[in-house]
């Protein structure tokens, strides 16, 4: 389809495991957005692309999480070192502008045990 | 900073109920407002949005309108469908701030036959 994947959809991990997560935008969406949501809550913001740059990671709780969008399209955001706190759904959205609607994907749920 | 606040949920209606789901916001410069909508399993998805003070966003028989004055922005339906359970996410991009998109804690709409 044409809109926003993720995978994997869940992701089991022991904690101390490192774990990566994969976004595909929308393709020609020059904006994307990483948000962590825990169970109850809305989406936090975690970083923000535009093409390959990195313009804002003011979101990323430590410096376990590292994301990374080297060609401008597929972006994977990292997280070391996985504690149980890590544990929530991790949200991508693609959009053609920061200010523009968001389209997001369905999710990775990380369990982290 | 920016914030929003959405009244908490589940709202429980029987179908063709009205329905309005409360959403106040703070922000330090000119904001979009946005509905998204997730339905279960599924990503985030735009229901409506306004961009300016009295603007009024519609889709699918939702609306909401831009107050300024009460800043807020609440969710309207005449008359809500099983179809429309699903949990509904205001949200806020300040145009004149951070570009970084903020949501509220989101309202769980559970619709009875």
């Known amino acids: 389809g044409a809109g926003v994947s993720q995978s994997p959809r869940y992701k089991v991990a022991k904690r101390g495991q490192d774990v990566a997560l994969r976004c595909d935008p929308i393709?020609?969406?020059?904006?994307l957005f990483w948000y962590q949501q825990a169970l109850g809550q809305g989406p936090e913001f975690l970083t923000y692309?535009?093409?390959?740059?990195?313009?804002?990671k003011s979101g990323l709780p430590s410096d376990r999480f590292f994301a990374e969008r080297p060609e401008g399209s597929v972006s994977t955001l990292k997280i070391q070192r996985t504690q149980q706190e890590d544990s929530a759904v991790y949200l991508c959205?693609?959009?053609?502008?920061?200010?523009?609607?968001?389209?997001f994907g369905p999710g990775t749920r990380l369990t982290v045990l | 900073g920016d914030s929003v606040t959405q009244m908490e949920g589940p709202v429980t209606l029987s179908e063709e109920a009205f329905l309005i789901i409360n959403c106040t916001y703070t922000?330090?410069?000119?904001?979009?407002l946005f509905w998204y909508v997730q339905y279960p399993g599924e990503g985030l998805q735009l229901l409506l949005k306004?961009?300016?003070?009295?603007d009024k966003g519609s889709n699918k028989g939702f609306e909401a309108t831009y107050r300024k004055e009460t800043t807020s922005f609440h969710l309207e339906k005449g008359s809500v469908q099983v179809s429309d359970s699903a949990v509904y996410f205001c949200?806020?991009?300040?145009?004149?701030?951070?570009?970084?998109?903020?949501f509220g804690r989101g309202t769980s709409l559970i619709v009875h036959p």
């Open positions: 959205a693609s959009t053609s502008g920061p200010l523009n609607e968001q389209f």
């Open positions: 393709s020609g969406h020059v904006s």
């Open positions: 692309f535009q093409n390959e740059a990195q313009l804002d």
């Open positions: 922000a330090t410069g000119y904001p979009s």
């Open positions: 306004a961009t300016k003070a009295d």
């Open positions: 949200a806020l991009s300040d145009q004149g701030g951070s570009y970084i998109p903020t």
